[in-house]
């Protein structure tokens, strides 16, 4: 097989140095799919909350679809740049002033959601979540946090997180929400270790989803 000719060689090398050929294939690379970001699970773990279950928003709010609910994508006391949250969580120690900071982040009186105005992402109807809407987004693949990471990033490794389920036989106790390891227990709704905050609206209140078993031996839920 007979070697390439030399003034063909340099015609072809011409060819690819000439402006227009590097404008088309930047173009092309620009037009690839960038990679996706998927959720971290463990080996031989299979997602619970898969990324195709969430309609993720760049504006800082992610729909759970299996029950409707839209989700802040970020904790009270981080702030959403259009890609992850940025800050440190917000952390209270009590359930009431929790509440409290709800009803002040819907009217603007506190801008603890980091977004500058009343509400967040343009709804002003966000709330504290009862303990079956948290479980509906425990992700059981993966721990510290226990939650999908692609569509909630930077979520606090472990921390026990208010929600508005409190147990009926103690008026004083909550039900929380752990996300080092998805566990949920009962606990004081006012003592001296911070908790924090992660908003809901929307849904079904928690839809369809219900637990495996019931939380508590009555059905209080």
Not at 23 to 45: F, K, M, W
Not at 104 to 113: A, K, M
Not at 126 to 149: G, L, Q, V
Not at 206 to 214: L, S
């Amino acid at each position: 097989m007979s070697a390439r000719p030399a003034a063909a060689t340099e015609t072809v090398a011409m060819f690819f140095r000439q402006p227009f050929f590097c404008t088309a294939l930047l173009a092309l690379i620009c037009a690839l799919p960038a990679p996706a970001t998927a959720v971290s699970c463990y080996p031989q773990h299979t997602p619970s909350t898969p990324d195709q279950d969430f309609d993720a928003s760049a504006n800082g709010t992610a729909r759970h679809l299996p029950t409707g609910l839209i989700w802040m994508r970020c904790n009270l006391g981080q702030s959403w740049n259009g890609a992850t949250c940025v800050g440190s969580p917000a952390t209270f120690t009590s359930w009431g002033v929790g509440l409290r900071t709800v009803r002040d982040i819907n009217t603007g009186v506190s801008d603890l959601d980091g977004d500058g105005a009343p509400g967040f992402a343009d709804e002003r109807d966000w709330r504290m979540p009862n303990i079956k809407e948290w479980r509906s987004i425990h992700e059981t693949c993966r721990y510290n946090p226990a939650m999908n990471d692609a569509i909630f990033p930077n979520a606090p490794i472990a921390a026990i997180h208010y929600a508005s389920t409190t147990d009926d036989k103690s008026p004083a106790t909550f039900v929380y929400f752990d996300t080092q390891f998805g566990t949920t227990g009962v606990t004081l709704k006012d003592d001296a270790i911070p908790r924090m905050m992660r908003l809901v609206r929307g849904g079904q209140r928690g839809g369809d989803y219900g637990p495996p078993q019931p939380l508590f031996s009555d059905g209080f839920e």
